[in-house]
């Protein structure tokens, strides 16, 4: 096990930044980029390896990776369509720490053969696997890191709902990578709950004014949910703000929403329930037990049926000044909610870390009823 594969097992979501100037789906995505100044970008933004690509389809060259190797202490990872021993030779030469393989290109004794001659040569190998039969390959031939491509190589067409069953099929004593079709906050949120280790991002880092910005907005935590919506132009507000994930009662409540509502893609709605869940449709289930009448004062978020955060939250109508202190002492990701409001919400983020953070009442202008200006001052606050 190499840098490549250690950097990538670290307990929160991971980035590999990718550098490509061009694709051969979309065109030129930055002509003039320069290796060796967004590798070191990319580094201070956060990214726990870097991928380089080197073949000129992508307008990239071995020249490249050598340059990003100057400026970088970060794993590289050679991207390129690799058959011979000879070219991972060239690959660790040039720097790299880890090399790509296509499944697609390459058949099992094939990639055995190219496995066994990285590992001579002290590189880690990114398994590429596109559908259900090129995963079982990747397990059953030992892979290390498998990267779950959600474009098809073929059409180059792009299918994260696909690529997101993968990941959450695929074994979980590997390094798993949600690769392409990362373009916002929500789409790194899905990839993690699905249980990838780590994104790979390119076009989407490559196409942004400030790639290293935009790096580092991909992994801030926590997220922003904005809970109990009911209306359209409630849900696009929260949007323009920049919340997360997209909150609808539907229990019982004075902001309970006749159902979920549409979302935008840069969004993932959340279904709120207390005692039994629905299957509405929603990304996410937020799901309370009932107690009393009401609901018990923590709850669990759940990935279909599977439960991914735990909710912190304040006691049914009361207080309790020990919340933040008792909230720091759950491990695993935690979804924080109970009374946070613009005011107090910096001072809960720096006193728990949660992975979300959930607001609702402070956010409104009456039951179910958002006041725009509240929102976006919770967003700010929260982001």
Known sequence: MGRFVDALRAPSLGAIAEVKRRSPSAGDLRPDAEPAELARSFELAGAAAVSILVDERFAGSWEDLKA????????????????????????????????????????????LKLMAAAQELGLDVLVEAHD??????????????????????????????????????????????????VQNRAHAAAAELAGADAILVGSALMRAPDPAAKLADLLRRPFVKICGLTRAEDVAAAADAGA????????????????????????????????????VGTDLVQLYAKENGHRSRDGVLLRSGAEVAKVLDLPWLEEDEEHLERATRVEGRV??????????????????????????RSTEASPGIKDHDKVRAFVEAAR
């Open 244 to 279: 997360d994930l997209a909150g609808f009662v539907l229990a019982e409540s004075p902001r309970r929403a006749d159902g979920p509502l549409p979302v935008p893609d840069s969004m993932l709605s959340v279904g709120v329930f207390v005692g039994e869940p629905e299957d």
């Open 132 to 181: 259900e039969e090129e995963l079982h390959r990747a397990e059953t031939i030992g892979a290390e890191v498998i990267g779950l491509n959600a474009r098809d190589l073929s059409t180059f067409d792009i299918d994260r709902r696909a690529q997101l069953a993968l990941v959450a099929r695929a074994p979980r004593d590997r390094v798993v990578i949600a690769e392409s079709g």
């Open 335 to 360: 979804l924080l909610a109970g009374g946070l409001s613009p005011e107090n919400v910096r001072t809960a983020i720096e006193t728990v870390r949660p992975w979300a953070v959930d607001a609702s």
């Open 68 to 111: 990003a190797r100057t400026t970088s202490s970060l794993p590289l990872l050679a991207k390129g369509f690799f058959s011979t021993p000879e070219h991972l030779a060239e690959a660790r030469e040039a720097g790299a720490d880890a090399a790509l393989l296509l499944l697609r290109d390459l058949d099992d004794p094939a990639m």
